[in-house]
């Protein structure tokens, strides 16, 4: 229901089923954290998916889906060349000036600072949704 709800495409198909079969093998309690992120197309449409999913002590899941869309383009690097050439000792001096535009490659650091710009809009979403959970939990707690 997860992979069909995000829309999972399918060659990542395979690797949320992994995740999902590992879900049956956390100690009771305890958090997983999986991310997957992935291009829709070549115009800049991407995708994130963070789940972070649970296993009570009664064997009940808790599932929590961060899906995340964005639309991102990387500006191109701009290169001022400048030429200068001198006569006579200084006297004549010329000066010429361009300026080129080169596609930007992404490094490994960049892409992993975006990465973590989408982790950590997923934890803020997690966070909100567990703060009105509690909440609600103790408006029916005794006193």
Do not use: C
């Not at 200068?84 to 004549?92: F, L, N, P, R």
């Amino acid at each position: 229901m997860i992979n069909m709800g995000v829309q999972i495409p399918t060659n990542k198909a395979a690797l949320v089923n992994e995740w999902w079969q590992l879900a049956s093998f956390l100690d009771a309690s305890t958090w997983n954290f999986q991310n997957l992120a992935f291009t829709k197309d070549s115009k800049g449409n991407a995708k994130y998916v963070n789940l972070m999913y649970n296993r009570d002590a009664q064997g009940r899941y808790t599932f929590l889906v961060s899906d995340t869309k964005a639309t991102f383009k990387v500006a191109k690097d701009m290169f001022i060349w400048e030429k200068y050439e001198s006569k006579m000792g200084g006297m004549t001096k010329n000066t010429q000036q361009r300026i080129e535009y080169r596609p930007h490659k992404i490094t490994v650091e960049e892409a992993q600072i975006l990465l973590n710009l989408f982790d950590n809009i997923a934890l803020e979403k997690y966070s909100n949704y567990l703060k009105a959970a509690i909440a609600s939990q103790q408006m029916f707690v005794a006193d």
